[in-house]
């Protein structure tokens, strides 16, 4: 049966339509079309020429604590870690998040003052022990505005997989520096990047980032700290 003109027009046109659909709704396969996103990830740092830097999509050296919440969404907790006597730092803290792709726990550290963090703890809505010896205060309802608009410090990620030396150096590079600092714990120092990896044999790895130019918070007190590794080792 010979097909009118019409009706080829409209198999031509239903072939078009169901091959454009396959393509948009077909899963993702390895090669070029299902390439690893562009940023976000924990090795893709961005260093601006003023010394600060871009981590997970939000800025260390101009950012705050709301532009990471704009960025990741509804916090799981954001509070005051301070030990007796101490002023403490303010943290806002995700149990469960995915940066570009890779999960873990991640903590965003304020820059406040002395006085600021005295008063979040003084107000705060609720207080309570941690393991660690330290006290949590969580920022109450009142005061959480004023706390998300603090400048953004640092950035401590701790991913749920576990990672060697050997791919760390192979996702960020040689370091500048490794220092041990106690028994199955090395740290992997990259200033450039305002990057301290710390590979802990018998834990969990952690990653925290602050901007470049202020490296010398994250060196200081782990030249205090160093350790000696074992003879042999």
Avoid: C
Wanted: net charge positive; aromatic share 6%; proline share 8%.
């Amino acid at each position: 049966m010979k097909k009118s003109p019409l009706t080829i027009l409209v198999i031509a046109g239903l072939l078009v339509t169901g091959l454009a659909v396959y393509r948009y709704a077909r899963p993702p396969v390895d090669g070029p079309s299902a390439q690893a996103p562009s940023h976000g990830r924990p090795w893709q740092i961005q260093v601006e020429p003023d010394g600060t830097s871009r981590v997970f999509g939000v800025s260390l050296g101009h950012g705050t604590l709301r532009e990471a919440v704009t960025r990741f969404g509804p916090l799981t907790e954001i509070a005051v870690i301070a030990r007796r006597g101490e002023p403490g730092s303010l943290e806002a803290y995700y149990a469960d998040a995915s940066a570009g792709g890779i999960t873990g726990k991640l903590v965003f550290g304020a820059d406040a003052d002395p006085r600021t963090l005295e008063h979040l703890k003084a107000n705060a809505a609720k207080t309570e022990h941690m393991a660690s010896g330290a006290r949590k205060y969580r920022v109450s309802v009142e005061d959480l505005d004023s706390a998300l608009a603090l400048p953004l410090g640092t950035i401590t990620f701790i991913p749920s997989a576990s990672f060697d030396e050997h791919t760390a150096v192979a996702r960020f590079g040689q370091p500048a520096a490794r220092i041990p600092t106690e028994a199955g714990v090395v740290h992997l120092l990259y200033p450039e990047k305002g990057l301290d990896i710390r590979l802990n044999a018998r834990g969990k790895e952690v990653l925290q980032y602050v901007a470049p130019r202020d490296f010398e918070r994250l060196r200081r007190p782990l030249l205090k700290a160093r350790h000696k590794p074992d003879p042999g080792n």
